[in-house]
C-alpha cells in the first residue's frame, strides 16, 4: 500500500446529507492534496495544504469545506451536494509542494449522490 | 495554455508483445514529468518520473519512459507486456518553474490479452 488511506471507501448521500471524507497519511510528509476524479477526464486538483495551511482552492464549490487538523489528516466536509459531484475523490500526499517530488494517492472515496 | 494529451483512449496488446502508451505535452518552461498507472478500485501509483539528465527513464514493474524534448513527449513502454499490466495510466506534467499543480491527462486505459 501507498501509505495514505481513506475512510470511507464507498458513500452514498442525499443532497440534504452532511457527511465527510477522511484522508490520513503515515509518510511523514507536509503536503496533502484533494482530487476529484471523474470518468475520461484529467484528474481535478480540489485543494492543496502545505504545513496544514491553505495554498489552493481551485475554485470549487463552497459546499465542500476542507479541513487539516495537522499535516497528516485531512478531511473534506461535504453539504447540500448535487448529482454531479458523484465522482470518485482521491486524496494524496508529497514531501512538500515546491519540488519534484511524486504524489502518493489514497485508494479513494466513491461518492454518490442521489 | 498548459496542457497534457494523451491520444488513445484505449491500447490492447498481446501478451508478450511490446507496448506503447503515447503522452505529449505543452508546457511554457522545462518539464518534470510522470507517469501514474491505477488498477481497478484503487487509487493512482506512482511509475516513474523525469526530472533532469537521462531521457531514458526506468520505473517499477519493468516500464520505461523516454524524454523527447523537441516532439515535447514522453511515452511510456515495456518490452514484454503482462496480462497484470492492465490499468489505467496517467500522465503528468509540471513546469519546473511552477508551483505544486500538476496537469494531468485524461488517461490511457491498457488491455493485455493473454
Known amino acids: 500500500e501507498t501509505g495514505v488511506t481513506q475512510t470511507p471507501r464507498h458513500l452514498v448521500m442525499g443532497m440534504t446529507n452532511k457527511k465527510s471524507l477522511k484522508c490520513e497519511q503515515h509518510l511523514g510528509h507536509n503536503a496533502m492534496y484533494w482530487y476529484k476524479q471523474s470518468a475520461k477526464k484529467p484528474l481535478e486538483l480540489m485543494f492543496v495544504?502545505?504545513?496544514?495551511?491553505?495554498?489552493e482552492n481551485n475554485s470549487v464549490p463552497s459546499r465542500f469545506s476542507p479541513e487539516c487538523p495537522n499535516s497528516s489528516h485531512l478531511f473534506l466536509h461535504l453539504h447540500t451536494l448535487q448529482p454531479e459531484d458523484s465522482a470518485l475523490y482521491l486524496c494524496a500526499s508529497s514531501q512538500d509542494t515546491y519540488s519534484d517530488h511524486e504524489q502518493y494517492f489514497g485508494p479513494g472515496t466513491r461518492l454518490t449522490v442521489t | 495554455a498548459q496542457s497534457v494529451a494523451q491520444p488513445e483512449d484505449q491500447v490492447n496488446v498481446a501478451e508478450g508483445n511490446p507496448l506503447t502508451v503515447k503522452c505529449t505535452y505543452s508546457?511554457?518552461?522545462?518539464?518534470?514529468l510522470f507517469w501514474y498507472v491505477q488498477y481497478p478500485n484503487r487509487g493512482l501509483q506512482f511509475l516513474l518520473k523525469?526530472?533532469?539528465?537521462d531521457n531514458l527513464v526506468k520505473g517499477s514493474y519493468g516500464f520505461e519512459a523516454e524524454f523527447n524534448k523537441s516532439q515535447t513527449s514522453f511515452h511510456l513502454k515495456k518490452p514484454s507486456a503482462l496480462v497484470s499490466d492492465s490499468a489505467l495510466y496517467f500522465c503528468a506534467v509540471r513546469d519546473k518553474n511552477s508551483n505544486y499543480q500538476l496537469i494531468w491527462g485524461a488517461g490511457t486505459k491498457l488491455i493485455i490479452k493473454p
Open positions: 495544504y502545505s504545513l496544514e495551511e491553505r495554498v
Open positions: 523525469y526530472i533532469t539528465g
Open positions: 508546457v511554457s518552461g522545462n518539464p518534470y
